[in-house]
């Protein structure tokens, strides 16, 4: 299982009520960002195969510096009215805070934390730091 941090509108992304983002606001969002493509799949090579997530708001930042090296892709996904990423390194936390800032939202981590500008939080959480493990490693 991996750490995930939810670009939200909602107090806190893990309520089941609130305002949220619309798939429709996702995708204008990704088609005016030069960087972001929306790809709707992600796959990684894993021992002894391929794993493959498919869904319709999945996108991806093309210009992350990290971008295909090691496998390595920064994966947006909306799904529920929030986009999340995980294990996001403070790169990557800075992408989400500037398109937070776009579609009137915030930047939450699970534990709720939220994350400014610098991709630092307004506390630390009890957790390894999500940065060094690549999206498809869940343990």
Not at 37 to 58: H, N, P
Not at 60 to 88: C, I, L, Q, R
Not at 111 to 133: H, L, M, N, R
Request: net charge negative; with cysteine; glycine share 10%.
């Amino acid at each position: 299982m991996g750490y995930e941090v939810h670009i939200t509108r909602k107090k806190e992304w893990s309520d089941e009520d609130g305002p949220t983002i619309s798939l429709d606001e996702w995708k204008a969002f990704v088609g005016s960002d030069p960087e972001m493509c929306l790809d709707g799949f992600a796959e990684a090579q894993v021992d002894g195969g391929t794993l493959r997530v498919e869904s319709e708001g999945l996108a991806v930042w093309t210009a992350y510096s990290e971008h295909g090296k090691n496998g390595n892709m920064a994966w947006f996904n909306f799904f529920e009215g929030d986009v999340s990423v995980k294990n996001p390194d403070p790169e990557i936390l800075q992408k989400m805070w500037v398109i937070a800032e776009k579609l009137g939202a915030k930047v939450q981590g699970d534990e709720g934390e939220v994350y400014d500008s610098s991709g630092q939080s307004d506390e630390s959480p009890t957790f390894d730091s999500p940065a060094k493990k690549p999206w498809w490693k869940f343990w």
